[in-house]
């Protein structure tokens, strides 16, 4: 029988919410399967700096790292409070994981469930996948300010894009579109953004030539905020860089039908480290504690999580009980957060 061992992170807001659900399907799919995980729960956020002032200690991180893979819910507090400032939880923890367990595919599937109510009249037939890049990009820190607080207060935020970083995310997405729809859509802004944007062309036409079954497209990205929403069909693999993709993928959650459905995986391709699953989403403050979230992201995450560790037949279970009950959503009634949940492990077969 094999053993996983699981790192959960529950973090803050809604996400011990949506984990205490998502935990409740992976023992349900789980259960008599001759598999176990073996969990153990870290106690990372905002709520944990408040209280003693750590965001990731080491000896926790150093675990985190000996897992095989690591269940995330959300962290974060409220935008701009003023006492997170000095912890900044995004970076310090969760971009801490991103970048230094080499999660350098940020993975965000979008399917529009023909039963589901999107915000979109005719989404059509729609079923892509974000490739993001995860470890590059504006989001590595390179800056600074001068003059602070001055008139003349100058803030450099500097995007960085490395050949071997951009090489890596464009060869696992040519791979994705080559098992899937066989269209890779390169979303960036190479109007403006001229020498990243010359990189990432270079490195998709060579690239391309591996795959020659895979038709390439690209568009600038303000276009592909159009397409997403007149036109999704149109996409299989979009490749994209770091702060494009977290913009595109939280529109891609609101036209399949809600942010509480973006699931995500974070993952480090060669093993070296574990991999990251969790929603989309964030701790939504504005609703935290009420059981108003959807937890159907934490749970696709979960089936994310079980594909990657090779339990296939898991994992699609998982995908067809939140199908199922997606079906069951039209037409008003509010559930609570462990209704959604129980609800699918009941559809579990
Ligand atoms: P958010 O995703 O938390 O919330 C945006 C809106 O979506 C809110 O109205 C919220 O109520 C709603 N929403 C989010 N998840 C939902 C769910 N499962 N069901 C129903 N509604 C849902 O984004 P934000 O408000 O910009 O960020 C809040 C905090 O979360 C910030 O501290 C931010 O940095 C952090 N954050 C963390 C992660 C993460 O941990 N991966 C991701 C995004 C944001
Ligand atoms: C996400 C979030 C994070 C990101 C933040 C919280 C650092 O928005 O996972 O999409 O920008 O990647
Ligand atoms: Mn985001």
Do not use: C
């Not at 991103?98 to 079923?127: A, C, I």
């Not at 300010?145 to 997405?173: C, D, K, L, M, Q």
């Not at 942010?259 to 609703?287: R, W, Y």
Request: aromatic letters at 6%.
């Amino acid at each position: 029988s094999q053993n996983i061992k699981l790192a959960v992170i529950p973090g803050d807001g809604i996400g011990p919410e949506v984990v205490a659900e998502a935990l409740k399907v992976l023992d349900a799919v789980t259960a008599d399967s001759g598999v176990t995980f073996d969990k153990t729960e870290y106690r990372l956020g905002a709520g944990r700096f408040l209280e003693d002032g750590e965001v990731l200690p080491a000896a926790e991180f150093d675990e985190i790292k000996q897992a095989d893979a690591i269940l995330l819910g959300a962290v974060g507090g409220k935008p701009n409070d003023p006492r997170l400032a000095a912890a900044n939880i995004e970076r310090g923890l969760l971009l801490k994981l991103r970048f230094e367990l080499d999660h350098y595919v940020n993975l965000r599937p979008t399917v529009v469930y023909p039963t589901v109510e999107s915000p979109l009249k005719n989404p059509g037939e729609v079923d892509f996948v974000v490739v993001r890049e995860g470890t590059e990009g504006p989001y590595v820190g390179n800056g600074g300010s001068i003059r602070i607080g001055t008139p003349h207060e100058v803030a450099n935020e500097v995007s960085v894009n490395t050949a071997y970083g951009v090489e890596r995310v464009v060869r696992f997405a040519f791979a994705q579109a080559s098992a899937r729809r066989k269209k890779l859509t390169l979303v960036h802004k190479t109007n403006v953004l001229v020498f990243a944007g010359k990189l990432w062309r270079r490195i998709v036409d060579e690239v391309s030539a591996e795959f020659p079954d895979v038709e390439v497209d690209y568009l600038h990205v303000d276009a592909a905020t159009i397409f997403l929403v007149t036109d999704p069909a149109r996409f299989d693999v979009i490749v994209t860089d770091n702060l494009f993709g977290d913009i595109l993928t939280d529109l891609a959650g609101a036209i399949s039908g809600g942010i509480g459905l973006a699931a995500s995986g974070n993952i480090n391709p060669d093993g070296t480290f574990p991999s990251m699953f969790e929603p989309v989403h964030g701790s939504a403050p504005d609703i935290a504690g009420q059981q108003l979230a959807d937890p159907t992201a934490a749970i696709l995450s979960v089936a994310l999580l079980l594909s990657h560790v090779g339990l296939a037949d898991a994992s699609a279970k998982v995908t067809a009980a939140v199908q199922h009950d997606l079906a069951s959503r039209s037409g008003g009634g509010t559930r609570s957060t462990a209704e959604i949940g129980d609800s699918i492990v009941s559809l579990l077969k």
